[in-house]
C-alpha cells in the first residue's frame, strides 16, 4: 500500500496580477505567492500595493486558498522603517506569511510578531540541514531549498528535520545560486538580490580555453538553463519528504499559471489517492506550449551538466515541430512530431536567436498541394505562413520549426478563471432542533475550517396540519446553495411533534447562515503583534586613534607566500581544492602570520567531511560562507574565531548584530550595497565587529553547473568528467571582449569573476571615519610582485601616506584592464 495516500502536500503557485491570482484559484492552487510593490524579487511584475492586501486575503481565504507575501530581497538600512510597515499591513491584513530572504528583516519580523509565520526563501541559500537547524530559533514554519538539491539530498535533509520542504517543481532556472549572484548588481547596478535580475545568463559568451577560443559552431548561451519541469517526479518528490511543490513565473501570463497549476494538480491528487501517475504526452506538450526553453529535472536526479542547458538559444520556444524539408513558392515541407493546425504561432529556428527570426500564424495546411482541414497529428505536411509573416527567402532547409502558441490552448485556460470561480465547493454540516411555540435553531459548520454560526427562525414552530417538516424536506430547502462556495454534506434533525415554519423564513435563515459562514472564511487570521520597538541609533564612537589592519585574500600558494612577507595583519586561503590548505597553513606559520582558511559558498548533504578538513588544518580563523557552515562550527563550541563572509548577504545593522549573536567574530557586509548604503548600515552596526572588502575581482555567478566537465569532457559529472578544470583554465569572453575567468571549487561548483578588479580606495577616508579598522584585499589570478605592489599602496592610503585618489589612479595605470569602482558607486 502507497505509505504516501492522503498525505498533504501543498500547490504554491506565483501571481503576479489579479487575473493570474484568479487563475491560480481557479485551477486548484492550495496557496499563492505574490508581490507588494517594489520590495520583492520581481520588481518587472505587475504587483500589488499595499491598501490591496484586505481584499487580496478575503478573496483567496473565500475559496480556502492561502497567501504568502514575497519579501524576498535585501533589506537596506533606510528601507527597514518602511519595512515594518509593510511587516504590520501583512499582519494586519492575515497574510499566511511572509517569504523572507534578510536575516534581519527575519529577525526584525519575529521582534515584531512571536506568531507571524515566516518562510524562508529559497534566496537564503538553504542546501543542508544544518542550514534548517540554522534557522530553528526564528520559528521559521516552511524552508525553500536551493534548486540545486537531488532528490537524494532533498530526502536526506527531511529525515534530520520536521520543518516542512518546499521545492521548486516547475518555471525557469537560474543557473546560479539564489541569492549568490552578484553578475546584475556589476554590470548594471541592477540586483538580483533587489529583484532587478538583468538575466546575464541567457546572453551570449565565447569560451576561452587557456586564453585561446573555443570553437562552438552554433553554442553560444553557455550559462543559459533550460526550464525546470518535475511533473514526472511527484510521486519521487513525495516519498522524498517535501511538504509544497513551487512553480515559478510571477512575470508569466494567467493562461500559463491556469495551465501548470492544473495538471500539477492532477498529478498531485492522482497519486496520493493512489493511481501510479505519470503525465501524458498531451500534459507535457500543453506544458511546453505555455513557456519552454526545454525542459529538464534541473539537479533534482543529481548532477549532468550534459543535460542543463541547449546552448543554441536562450528564450522561449514551445513544442518543437521538425525541421524543414524543402522550400515550396509559398510553403515549407516539414516532417511535424507535434499536432499543427490553423492560427497556430510558428517561429522558424536558424540557430542564430539574437536576430531576428521569421515567425507568425500558420494560413494553412496542404498535403501535396491539397488543403487539409482540422489538426493534423503528425507526418509530412505543407505549411502555409500568413503571406505578411514570413518572408520564405530567408528559411533554410534544415532550420527547426517550433510551435510558438496555440490559441485554441489559450482559449480553453482563460475560461476557466474569467467570470466568478464556482466550482470549487465547500461541505457543510447542519444540526437543526426545535417544538412548537419555540424557534427553529440551526447550527451551520463550515466543515473545512470549523466555523460555526446558529441562525434562529424569527417565527417560532407552528403544528403542522399537512406537511410536517422533515429531515429531508430540510435539506432541499436548505441545500439550495447555488452562487455560494458551499454545499451541503450533513443533515441532522431533532424536533418535537409534528411543526413546521414557512418556506420563506427557511429561505431567509440560509441566506443569513451562508453569508455569516463566508464572513468568517474571509475574516482576517489573528497574529499577536508587539509594540513598535525603535531601531537602533547612531553608534557613538570615542574619538581615539584606531588600528587599521590589512587583510590579503589568496588564492594561490605563491600569493600566500608572497603576503606573508608584507606587514599584512591577516592572511586568508581561498583555494579551489582545500586539500591544499594544511600546506598554507604551513607558509603562514613559517612568516608568524596568522591565517584563515575560507570554506566553500555552498554547504550540501555529505559535506561537512570539508568542513572538518579545513579544522584538521589547523588554521587560526576560519571565513565562513554558508548558513550551513556557520551552524556546523558554532554548534562544536570551538575556541577558533570565525569570520562571516560576504556570501550571508548581510545589508544592515540587524543582520550584522543576529550573526554576530550567533557566534562569529565579524561580519563582511554583502556585495550588493553601494558606498551610500554601506555608510548607512555602519553608521549603526558595530563597526569594530564589520571587515569591508576594498580591492577585489567581483564573483558574479556562483553555480552547480560546471563549464569545465560540459564543454572541455564527455562525461557528465565530477566521477566521469576526467577533471579538466586541473589541466585548464576557461573564461568567458562577453560581447564587449572582457573575459570573466571560471574557477572551480572543492564541490565542483563554479564562480565566474568580473575581468575587472573592482577598488573602494577613494572611499577609504568615510570607512575610516566610521571605524572601521579591517580591510581586506583579495587577489585572484595576480602574481607575487603584484600582490605586494597592490598590498604596499593600500598600506600607505590606511596609514596616511597616500591618498584614496592616488591608489585609484595607480592601479588603473598598471593594470591591464584598467580598474572599477564596480557596485560601490553612489547610484
Same mark, same amino acid.
Given at each position: !500500500?502507497?505509505?504516501?495516500?492522503?498525505?498533504?502536500?501543498?500547490?504554491?503557485?506565483?501571481?503576479?496580477?489579479?487575473?493570474?491570482?484568479?487563475?491560480?484559484?481557479?485551477?486548484?492552487?492550495?496557496?499563492?505567492?505574490?508581490?507588494?510593490?517594489?520590495?520583492?524579487?520581481?520588481?518587472?511584475?505587475?504587483?500589488?500595493?499595499?491598501?490591496?492586501?484586505?481584499?487580496?486575503?478575503?478573496?483567496?481565504?473565500?475559496?480556502?486558498?492561502? *497567501?504568502?507575501?514575497?519579501?524576498?530581497?535585501?533589506?537596506?538600512?533606510?528601507?527597514?522603517?518602511?519595512? &515594518?510597515?509593510?511587516?504590520?499591513?501583512?499582519?494586519?491584513?492575515?497574510?499566511?506569511?511572509?517569504?523572507?530572504?534578510?536575516?534581519?528583516? !527575519?529577525?526584525?519580523?519575529?521582534?515584531?510578531?512571536?506568531?507571524?509565520?515566516?518562510?524562508?526563501?529559497?534566496?537564503?541559500?538553504?542546501?543542508?540541514?544544518?542550514?534548517?537547524?540554522?534557522?530553528?530559533?526564528?520559528?521559521?514554519?516552511?524552508?525553500?531549498?536551493?534548486?540545486?538539491?537531488?532528490?537524494?539530498?532533498?530526502?536526506?535533509?527531511?529525515?534530520?528535520?520536521?520543518?516542512?520542504?518546499?521545492?521548486?517543481?516547475?518555471?525557469?532556472?537560474?543557473?546560479? %545560486?539564489?541569492?549568490?549572484?552578484?553578475?546584475?548588481?556589476?554590470?548594471?547596478?541592477?540586483?538580483?538580490?533587489?529583484?532587478?535580475?538583468?538575466?546575464?545568463?541567457?546572453?551570449?559568451?565565447?569560451?576561452?580555453?587557456?586564453?585561446?577560443?573555443? +570553437? $562552438?559552431?552554433?553554442?553560444?548561451?553557455?550559462?543559459?538553463?533550460?526550464?525546470?519541469?518535475?511533473? /514526472?517526479?511527484?510521486?519521487?518528490?513525495?516519498?522524498? *519528504?517535501?511538504?509544497?511543490?513551487?512553480?515559478?513565473?510571477?512575470?508569466?501570463?494567467?493562461?500559463?499559471?491556469?495551465?501548470?497549476?492544473?495538471?500539477?494538480?492532477?498529478?498531485?491528487?492522482?497519486?496520493?489517492?493512489?493511481?501510479?501517475?505519470?503525465?501524458?504526452?498531451?500534459?507535457? &506538450?500543453?506544458?511546453?506550449?505555455?513557456?519552454?526553453? *526545454?525542459?529538464?529535472?534541473?539537479?533534482?536526479?543529481?548532477?549532468?551538466?550534459?543535460?542543463?542547458?541547449?546552448?543554441?538559444?536562450?528564450?522561449?520556444?514551445?513544442?518543437?515541430?521538425?525541421?524543414?524539408?524543402?522550400?515550396?513558392?509559398?510553403?515549407?515541407?516539414?516532417?511535424?512530431?507535434?499536432?499543427?493546425?490553423?492560427?497556430? *504561432?510558428?517561429?522558424?529556428?536558424?540557430?542564430?536567436?539574437? +536576430?531576428? +527570426?521569421?515567425?507568425?500564424?500558420?494560413?494553412?495546411?496542404?498535403?501535396?498541394?491539397?488543403?487539409?482541414?482540422?489538426?493534423?497529428?503528425?507526418?509530412?505536411?505543407?505549411?502555409?505562413?500568413?503571406?505578411?509573416?514570413?518572408?520564405?527567402?530567408?528559411?533554410?532547409?534544415?532550420?527547426?520549426?517550433?510551435?510558438?502558441?496555440?490559441?485554441?490552448?489559450?482559449?480553453?485556460?482563460?475560461?476557466?478563471?474569467?467570470?466568478?470561480?464556482?466550482?470549487?465547493?465547500?461541505?457543510?454540516?447542519?444540526?437543526?432542533?426545535?417544538?412548537?411555540?419555540?424557534?427553529?435553531?440551526?447550527?451551520?459548520t463550515d466543515v473545512v475550517n470549523g466555523n460555526s454560526v446558529v441562525v434562529h427562525s424569527e417565527r417560532n414552530l407552528e403544528k403542522a396540519m399537512k406537511r410536517?417538516?422533515?429531515?429531508?424536506?430540510?435539506?432541499?430547502?436548505?441545500?439550495?446553495?447555488?452562487?455560494?462556495?458551499?454545499?451541503?454534506?450533513?443533515?441532522?434533525?431533532?424536533?418535537?411533534?409534528?411543526?413546521?415554519?414557512?418556506?420563506?423564513?427557511?429561505?431567509?435563515?440560509?441566506?443569513?447562515?451562508?453569508?455569516?459562514?463566508?464572513?468568517?472564511?474571509?475574516?482576517?487570521?489573528?497574529?499577536?503583534?508587539?509594540?513598535?520597538?525603535?531601531?537602533?541609533?547612531?553608534?557613538?564612537?570615542? /574619538?581615539?586613534?584606531?588600528?587599521?589592519?590589512?587583510?590579503?585574500?589568496?588564492?594561490? !600558494?605563491?600569493?600566500?607566500?608572497?603576503?606573508?612577507?608584507?606587514?599584512?595583519?591577516?592572511? %586568508?586561503? /581561498?583555494?579551489?581544492?582545500?586539500?591544499?590548505?594544511?600546506?598554507?597553513?604551513?607558509?603562514?606559520?613559517?612568516?608568524? #602570520?596568522?591565517?584563515?582558511?575560507?570554506?566553500?559558498?555552498?554547504? !550540501?548533504?555529505?559535506?561537512?567531511?570539508?568542513?572538518?578538513?579545513?579544522?584538521?588544518?589547523?588554521?587560526?580563523?576560519?571565513l565562513v560562507r554558508s548558513l550551513g557552515a556557520v551552524q556546523y562550527y558554532t554548534s562544536q563550541n570551538l575556541d577558533l574565531p570565525l569570520f562571516g563572509d560576504?556570501?550571508?548577504?548581510?545589508?544592515?545593522?540587524?543582520?550584522?548584530?543576529?550573526?554576530?549573536? &550567533?557566534?562569529?567574530?565579524?561580519?563582511?557586509?554583502?556585495?550588493?550595497?553601494?558606498?551610500?548604503?554601506?555608510?548607512? $548600515?555602519?553608521?549603526?552596526?558595530?563597526?569594530?565587529?564589520?571587515?569591508?572588502?576594498?580591492?577585489?575581482?567581483?564573483?558574479?555567478?556562483?553555480?552547480?553547473?560546471?563549464?569545465?566537465?560540459?564543454?572541455?569532457?564527455?562525461?557528465?559529472?565530477?566521477?566521469?568528467?576526467?577533471?579538466?578544470?586541473?589541466?585548464?583554465?576557461?573564461?568567458?569572453?562577453?560581447?564587449?571582449?572582457?573575459?570573466?575567468?571560471?574557477?572551480?571549487?572543492?564541490?565542483?561548483?563554479?564562480?565566474?569573476?568580473?575581468?575587472?578588479?573592482?577598488?573602494?580606495?577613494?572611499?577609504?577616508?568615510?570607512?575610516?571615519?566610521?571605524?572601521?579598522?579591517?580591510?581586506?584585499?583579495?587577489?585572484?589570478?595576480?602574481?607575487?610582485? #603584484?600582490?605586494?605592489?597592490?598590498?604596499?599602496?593600500?598600506?600607505?592610503?590606511?596609514?596616511?601616506?597616500?591618498?584614496?585618489?592616488?591608489?585609484?589612479?595607480?592601479?588603473?595605470?598598471?593594470?591591464?584592464?584598467?580598474?572599477?569602482?564596480?557596485?560601490?558607486?553612489?547610484?
Open positions: !500500500m502507497n505509505p504516501f495516500l492522503n498525505k498533504s502536500v501543498e500547490l504554491l503557485a506565483p501571481v503576479g496580477n489579479w487575473d493570474c491570482l484568479r487563475a491560480a484559484v481557479a485551477n486548484g492552487a492550495d496557496a499563492v505567492f505574490f508581490g507588494i510593490g517594489k520590495y520583492n524579487a520581481r520588481v518587472r511584475a505587475d504587483n500589488f500595493q499595499m491598501e490591496e492586501l484586505p481584499h487580496i486575503m478575503a478573496y483567496l481565504h473565500k475559496y480556502n486558498v492561502r *497567501g504568502y507575501v514575497t519579501f524576498n530581497i535585501l533589506v537596506f538600512e533606510n528601507e527597514l522603517n518602511d519595512a &515594518r510597515q509593510l511587516v504590520t499591513a501583512c499582519i494586519e491584513a492575515g497574510v499566511d506569511a511572509l517569504i523572507v530572504q534578510d536575516m534581519g528583516l !527575519m529577525q526584525m519580523i519575529r521582534e515584531m510578531s512571536p506568531d507571524f509565520p515566516i518562510h524562508g526563501s529559497t534566496q537564503m541559500t538553504v542546501t543542508s540541514a544544518e542550514a534548517v537547524d540554522f534557522l530553528a530559533p526564528y520559528d521559521i514554519e516552511v524552508v525553500v531549498l536551493g534548486r540545486e538539491n537531488s532528490l537524494k539530498q532533498i530526502k536526506s535533509i527531511s529525515n534530520k528535520t520536521e520543518t516542512p520542504l518546499e521545492v521548486f517543481v516547475h518555471g525557469a532556472l537560474c543557473v546560479s %545560486y539564489s541569492g549568490q549572484c552578484l553578475t546584475s548588481e556589476m554590470w548594471g547596478g541592477r540586483s538580483a538580490n533587489r529583484g532587478e535580475c538583468a538575466q546575464a545568463c541567457r546572453l551570449p559568451y565565447d569560451l576561452m580555453v587557456d586564453g585561446e577560443r573555443k +570553437e $562552438m559552431g552554433n553554442i553560444a548561451y553557455v550559462l543559459s538553463p533550460k526550464d525546470l519541469a518535475a511533473i /514526472d517526479l511527484v510521486p519521487e518528490l513525495i516519498e522524498a *519528504g517535501v511538504s509544497s511543490f513551487k512553480i515559478e513565473g510571477r512575470l508569466k501570463s494567467p493562461e500559463y499559471v491556469a495551465n501548470v497549476v492544473s495538471k500539477y494538480r492532477k498529478a498531485i491528487d492522482e497519486y496520493t489517492a493512489g493511481s501510479d501517475y505519470r503525465p501524458s504526452v498531451v500534459d507535457i &506538450r500543453e506544458l511546453e506550449q505555455s513557456f519552454s526553453r *526545454g525542459f529538464t529535472h534541473g539537479f533534482l536526479e543529481g548532477t549532468n551538466h550534459k543535460k542543463l542547458l541547449d546552448g543554441t538559444f536562450p528564450k522561449k520556444r514551445g513544442v518543437y515541430l521538425g525541421t524543414v524539408k524543402k522550400i515550396l513558392k509559398d510553403a515549407v515541407l516539414c516532417d511535424i512530431e507535434a499536432p499543427l493546425k490553423r492560427g497556430d *504561432g510558428i517561429v522558424f529556428d536558424a540557430g542564430r536567436p539574437e +536576430e531576428k +527570426e521569421e515567425g507568425g500564424r500558420v494560413y494553412d495546411l496542404r498535403k501535396r498541394g491539397e488543403k487539409v482541414p482540422g489538426e493534423i497529428p503528425s507526418g509530412l505536411i505543407e505549411i502555409v505562413p500568413g503571406r505578411h509573416d514570413v518572408n520564405l527567402t530567408k528559411v533554410k532547409v534544415g532550420d527547426k520549426i517550433w510551435k510558438t502558441s496555440d490559441q485554441e490552448l489559450e482559449n480553453r485556460l482563460r475560461k476557466t478563471f474569467e467570470g466568478e470561480i464556482t466550482f470549487k465547493l465547500f461541505p457543510v454540516r447542519i444540526e437543526a432542533s426545535g417544538a412548537e411555540g419555540q424557534p427553529l435553531v440551526a447550527k451551520w410536517p417538516l422533515t429531515k429531508e424536506y430540510l435539506a432541499e430547502q436548505w441545500g439550495r446553495l447555488g452562487g455560494t462556495v458551499f454545499e451541503l454534506a450533513q443533515i441532522e434533525l431533532q424536533l418535537e411533534g409534528e411543526v413546521i415554519v414557512p418556506v420563506k423564513e427557511l429561505n431567509r435563515m440560509r441566506r443569513v447562515a451562508t453569508e455569516q459562514l463566508l464572513e468568517l472564511r474571509e475574516r482576517p487570521r489573528q497574529y499577536k503583534l508587539n509594540e513598535e520597538l525603535p531601531l537602533s541609533d547612531k553608534n557613538q564612537r570615542a /574619538d581615539k586613534e584606531t588600528t587599521s589592519e590589512l587583510i590579503a585574500l589568496c588564492r594561490s !600558494m605563491e600569493q600566500i607566500e608572497a603576503a606573508c612577507q608584507t606587514d599584512v595583519h591577516y592572511v %586568508y586561503a /581561498d583555494f579551489e581544492f582545500t586539500t591544499d590548505y594544511p600546506a598554507a597553513v604551513e607558509v603562514a606559520r613559517k612568516y608568524n #602570520k596568522p591565517i584563515a582558511l575560507a570554506t566553500p559558498r555552498i554547504h !550540501m548533504p555529505g559535506e561537512n567531511g570539508i568542513l572538518n578538513g579545513i579544522l584538521k588544518a589547523k588554521p587560526d580563523a576560519i560576504f556570501s550571508l548577504n548581510i545589508a544592515n545593522h540587524k543582520a550584522a548584530e543576529l550573526f554576530l549573536g &550567533r557566534g562569529l567574530e565579524r561580519v563582511t557586509p554583502s556585495y550588493d550595497l553601494n558606498v551610500q548604503q554601506m555608510v548607512d $548600515m555602519l553608521e549603526v552596526a558595530p563597526t569594530d565587529q564589520m571587515e569591508l572588502v576594498i580591492h577585489q575581482h567581483l564573483p558574479m555567478f556562483h553555480t552547480e553547473h560546471c563549464v569545465y566537465c560540459t564543454f572541455l569532457s564527455e562525461g557528465t559529472d565530477f566521477t566521469n568528467c576526467g577533471r579538466p578544470c586541473e589541466e585548464h583554465r576557461i573564461s568567458l569572453q562577453d560581447r564587449v571582449g572582457f573575459s570573466h575567468p571560471v574557477r572551480v571549487d572543492i564541490g565542483c561548483r563554479n564562480t565566474v569573476y568580473n575581468a575587472i578588479e573592482q577598488s573602494g580606495a577613494e572611499y577609504l577616508p568615510q570607512f575610516l571615519q566610521l571605524g572601521i579598522q579591517h580591510y581586506r584585499v583579495e587577489f585572484l589570478e595576480e602574481t607575487g610582485e #603584484k600582490v605586494k605592489e597592490v598590498l604596499s599602496l593600500y598600506r600607505e592610503a590606511l596609514d596616511g601616506k597616500r591618498s584614496g585618489g592616488s591608489v585609484w589612479r595607480e592601479l588603473k595605470a598598471t593594470n591591464q584592464l584598467g580598474v572599477t569602482r564596480g557596485q560601490l558607486v553612489k547610484k
